[in-house]
């Protein structure tokens, strides 16, 4: 069977996308699978690269990052040019194959690129239309949250309209809800990309502006002094739980580069909690997995106060798969190796469009 690994695309999280991909890349059971790399560049162009058929087929990451030719060819030492095909996504409508997204950030995991897969019909990895453009909004996946009844920090949304028409009623409404210090977050992003943290209202108003670079929508949470807790999940309507992990922090945020260039965060797996809040942690990631519709994969992320509150952050439909991130990592220490757990996701993915197929089919009388 073939495997089209996307990755790239045109969102502030491209990089991770590249080095998602090489990592799956290596774990991939090639006496089942072959790998058709499509990376889609910044500007939104969709290029084939060469095939692959054995792990150790590329070296480095960057090596994915191609660039249109008339003929394919993969660099061989670091540094050396990589070029692929053009293509149109609807040349990856093929019988026998999946389709594994690894795309981060809007036109990713948001639902759009989930929709053309639909439309093609073709098998892909993760969450659908509906939980992928659920998950990715923060406002919205809050929103559905709150009824299913999940225990949340307060938070504040803001429209770039409003923004700009009254700053000072916008700073009325986050200050008359929330106390400092607040984080601002783009609605529609991840891995801490444009999220700030603000103490005092200049900060707050510099961290809107940052925020509204990425989107015009974010979200105004309060802070609050917790420790952050990660459970993965995996599965369809059969859902599981990973055992709990913490993100270790020596400061209070981590952004982007600490995250993923400076590797400073440091990784608790398992997270050294009581059984009971790990009970009620799995508990709460199955309930918001099921509120925006969840399937395949995510992972549920959390706040643990000193005296043991839960508050659910967020839910993140397609999460990293670098070396240094939590979602394999939590498997890993539930039991379930890279490799497994790649071919449990396409599994997955399988077995929901072939479960799509039965709906499809008209009903006798």
Known sequence: MKI??????KSAE???SLLTAFSIIKEVYYDYYEVEPIYITKEGDWIKGETIKQADSLRFSETLRLSAAKEVHFAIEEGEFSTGIAINPSELKEKDAVIFPVLHGPNGEDGTVQGLFE???????GAGVLASACGMDKIISKQLFQQAGLPQVPYVPIRKGDWIANPEEVFKKCEGTLIYPMYVKPANLGSSVGISKAVTREELKTAIDLALQYDRRVVVE??????????????NDDIHTSVPGELVKEVDFYDFDAKYINNEVTLQIPALISEKVEKQLREYAVRAFQAIDGSGLSRCDFFLTSNDEIFVNELNTMPGFTQFSMYPLLWKNTGLNYGDLVEELIQLALKRFNESLVFEQPHKE
């Open 4 to 9: 089209f690994l996307i990755y790239g695309g």
């Open 14 to 16: 491209h990089d991770i």
């Open 119 to 125: 439309v093609m019909g073709m098998p892909y990895v």
């Open 222 to 235: 309060q802070g609050i002094e917790a420790r952050e807790i990660e459970v993965a999940i995996l599965g």
